[in-house]
């Protein structure tokens, strides 16, 4: 047998084990095992635990909301980060922030997608066939009509 597939399986390990390598998805088995990110807009090393792995994702999340499309099936931590950074805008100015609004609406076209506030999925879906600005409205006053809709102490 030849020794090269056996030297590059022993060096792959490795290099995972040492966080070397990149990652997209929480390992298997994990509660939030689907998951996933697009590796050329998050540098996760694979040698992190999930709670360092969801924490930088989130920190991604508040300092670049953007990057939140790059985001399959997000953790509810992940969307409730983009919801502060929804209220914070909200509250510095006179518009409502709506491409980060859409992006939250995006995210729920996946079933998969756990709810970060009780109730967001059937509003989401409520409106679905209509025009995004008309969604996005409906969004934002599903989350405004909710007592302490972004002022959650997330704990996990």
Known sequence: MPLTPILLDWLSRASHALGFE???RF?????????????AYFDIASDLKPDAIERSLCESIANTPSVFVHIL??????QRTLLGVIDTRLRRT???PSDLV?????AY??????EAR??????IEATKG????????????FLGAMPAAFDVIDVN
């Open 118 to 123: 009780p109730g967001l999925r059937a509003a």
């Open 73 to 78: 099936n997000p953790t509810p931590s992940m």
């Open 22 to 24: 990149t990652i997209d």
């Open 130 to 141: 209509q025009d995004m600005r008309e969604r996005v409205h409906a969004t934002l006053a």
């Open 27 to 39: 390992p298997a088995g994990h509660p939030y095992a689907r998951t996933r990110w697009d590796r």
């Open 102 to 106: 859409a992006l939250l609406i995006e």
């Open 94 to 96: 006179c518009g409502a």
């Open 109 to 114: 076209r996946s079933p998969h997608t756990i």
